[in-house]
């Protein structure tokens, strides 16, 4: 890997990119919606075990 001189970084240009008029207003964002549920009930017994299994589940809408 070589090393970047000051000569090199004074070459470099910039660009702004175009704006993207496929998107509505402009606007591209993501909802996420994430749950982890799991319940696990051992009451008034003896000598039981209660199991719990976790139910998990995500949803992205993108606008």
Known sequence: MTKLTLT???AETVEMLPSRETLFFNFNG???NATNVSY????A???S???SAALQSIHISQG
């Open 8 to 10: 090199d970084l004074t």
């Open 30 to 32: 993501a909802l996420v």
């Open 40 to 43: 696990a009930v051992n009451a």
């Open 45 to 47: 017994t003896i000598l």
């Open 49 to 51: 075990s209660a199991n």
